[in-house]
C-alpha cells in the first residue's frame, strides 16, 4: 500500500491487482487475465519496486515500452529499456546502469532476452521478478502469435530464482492453458478479474426482421451516440441508409472505404454528439469515446471474446449503457461454415467451433446472460440484475413429456 501510494499516487488497488500483487510476494509464479485499461502494468511495476534487485519487463511493442519508461520515470523509477528502436549508444547507456545496479526495471524486446549473451549476463545479476505483458502472444491459436515468445519459457530456466508474471487481456481457455503450458511448465496460479461492465445492460433478442428491430431501437434512442455492428459492408450500407431515411445522423464505416473516407467518418462519430455509427468489426480498435450509450450487434459477433470486446465500446463514462445482440441461427450458420471453409489446420479449426459453441450457449442461455459472460472469462460471479434474463426470467417448462411424444411420432 505505501508503494502504490507513494511511488504511483493511487489511493486503492483497482479489481484483482492486490490478489495478484500478493501472490508473487509470496513467492508464487502468476498468468493475470484482466481486461485492456484493467491496471496490469501495476501488477508488476509494484511487486519489483517492493521486492527490490531487478525486474525485467518483456513486450512486444516498442512504443509501449517507450510508454511505461517515460511514466515510470515520472514516477521517480529507475527504468531503462533496451529494443531496437533505440540507438546502440542508448542501449549501452541503458545497460550500464543495468549492470551497475541502479536500474530497478528493464523492458527488452523477446528477442532480446533470449540471447546466450544476455540470459548470461543477466544470470549474475539480482534479477527478482519476470513480466511476460501481452503474454497471449505465445498462443500460436490467437492472432499476435510472437515465435520469439515460444522460447521465454527458457529465461525461468536460466533465472530460477525470479518469480514470473504473464498478463494477457485474451482471457478464453485456450489461450490461457498455451500460455500456462509453454511459458510456467502449467505450473502457476491463474487470476481473472475486472471483466465486468455492470453499467452496460446485456440483452440478445432473436434475429427476425433485422433492419427493423435496428430502426426501432435507435428511433428509441434518439439523440445518443451508438454503434450498430454488422457483418458485412453491403449491411452496413443498407443500415446506415435506412437510418438516415428515418432522420438519424448514421454513418457507415467498413473497410470498402476510401481511408479519407473512414477517417472523416470516425471523426464525426467522436466529435459530435448523437451520432449513430454503422460498421463492420473494421471500426472501434483505439477508439475512446466516453459516451456512446449502447452498441447493437445486428449480426451474431465472431466470438464472446469479439462480442466483449465490442460491447466494451459503450457506457465508458460509467453510466447506464446498453447492449443488444440480434441472434439468429443463419447467422450461425454462416459462421460454422466460415470455420469449415477456412484453409487451416484441424487443432485451429476446433478451437474455433468451440468458440462458436460458447457463444450459441450464451445466447441461448436462461441464466442470467452477464454471468454466463464472465464465466466463459473464467471470473465468478451472481446473476447480475442487469439483463434481459434477470430482468424478465423466462418460463421454464418441462418439456420431457413433450419430447418423448415428438420422439414417439
Ligand atoms: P492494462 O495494461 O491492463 O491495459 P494499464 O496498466 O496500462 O492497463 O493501466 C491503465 C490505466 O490505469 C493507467 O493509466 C494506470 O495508471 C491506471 N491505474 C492502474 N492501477 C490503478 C489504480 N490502482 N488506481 C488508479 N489508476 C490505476
Ligand atoms: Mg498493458
Ligand atoms: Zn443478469
Redesign the pocket.
Given at each position: 500500500m505505501r508503494v502504490?501510494k507513494q511511488a504511483?499516487g493511487?489511493?486503492?488497488?483497482?479489481p484483482g491487482?492486490e490478489q495478484v500483487i500478493d501472490a508473487l510476494l509470496s513467492g508464487r509464479d502468476v498468468l493475470a487475465v484482466?481486461?485492456?485499461?484493467?491496471?496490469?502494468?501495476?501488477?508488476y511495476q509494484a511487486p519489483a519496486l517492493v521486492m527490490g534487485g531487478l525486474a525485467l519487463v518483456v513486450s512486444p511493442l516498442i512504443a509501449l515500452m517507450e510508454d511505461?519508461v517515460a511514466?515510470l520515470r515520472l514516477d521517480g523509477v529507475a527504468a531503462e529499456a533496451i529494443h531496437s528502436g533505440r540507438t546502440r549508444e542508448q542501449n549501452v547507456a541503458s545497460w550500464r546502469r543495468v549492470a551497475s545496479g541502479e536500474a530497478r526495471i528493464l523492458y527488452l524486446a523477446p528477442e532480446r532476452l533470449m540471447t546466450e549473451r544476455m540470459l548470461a549476463a543477466l544470470a549474475r545479476m539480482p534479477v527478482s521478478l519476470i513480466a511476460i505483458?501481452e503474454a497471449h502472444c505465445v498462443s500460436q491459436w490467437g492472432h499476435s502469435f510472437r515465435a520469439e515468445y515460444l522460447t521465454l519459457g527458457r529465461a525461468r530456466e536460466a533465472l530460477p530464482k525470479a518469480r514470473m508474471i504473464a498478463?494477457t487481456?485474451t482471457a478464453d481457455q485456450s489461450t490461457r492453458d498455451d500460455i500456462l503450458a509453454k511459458l510456467f511448465d502449467g505450473r502457476a496460479e491463474a487470476f481473472v478479474a475486472g471483466f465486468d461492465r455492470p453499467n452496460i445492460s446485456i440483452a440478445v433478442a432473436e434475429k427476425r426482421d433485422a433492419g427493423t428491430m435496428i430502426e426501432r431501437f435507435v428511433l428509441a434512442r434518439k439523440g445518443m451516440s451508438g454503434v450498430v455492428y454488422r457483418i458485412s459492408r453491403k449491411k452496413v450500407d443498407e443500415t446506415a441508409a435506412r437510418l438516415r431515411a428515418a432522420g438519424v445522423h448514421a454513418l457507415a464505416y467498413h473497410a470498402g472505404m476510401e481511408a479519407a473516407e473512414r477517417a472523416s467518418a470516425q471523426e464525426t462519430f467522436l466529435a459530435e454528439p448523437g451520432v449513430v455509427m454503422v460498421a463492420t468489426v473494421a471500426f472501434g480498435m483505439g477508439i475512446d469515446k466516453s459516451d456512446v450509450r449502447y452498441v447493437v450487434h445486428g449480426d451474431v459477433p465472431g466470438s464472446l471474446e469479439a462480442y466483449y470486446q465490442e460491447i466494451g465500446r459503450a457506457g465508458r463514462d460509467g453510466d447506464p449503457a446498453e447492449a443488444l445482440m440480434l441472434y439468429g441461427l443463419e447467422d450461425i450458420r454462416t459462421r460454422r461454415r466460415f470455420i469449415d471453409e477456412q484453409d487451416s489446420v484441424a487443432e485451429r479449426k476446433r478451437v474455433e467451433s468451440r468458440r462458436l459453441d460458447a457463444l450459441v450457449g450464451f445466447c441461448e442461455t436462461s441464466s442470467c446472460r452477464r454471468q454466463a459472460l464472465l464465466a466463459y472469462f473464467g471470473e465468478a460471479s451472481r446473476p447480475c440484475g442487469n439483463c434481459d434474463v434477470c430482468l424478465d426470467p423466462p418460463e421454464v417448462v418441462d418439456g420431457t413429456e413433450e419430447a418423448r411424444l415428438l420422439l414417439s411420432l
Open positions: 502504490l504511483f493511487f489511493d486503492a488497488f483497482r491487482q484482466m481486461p485492456t485499461g484493467a491496471g496490469k502494468s501495476l501488477c511505461q511514466g505483458d498478463l487481456a
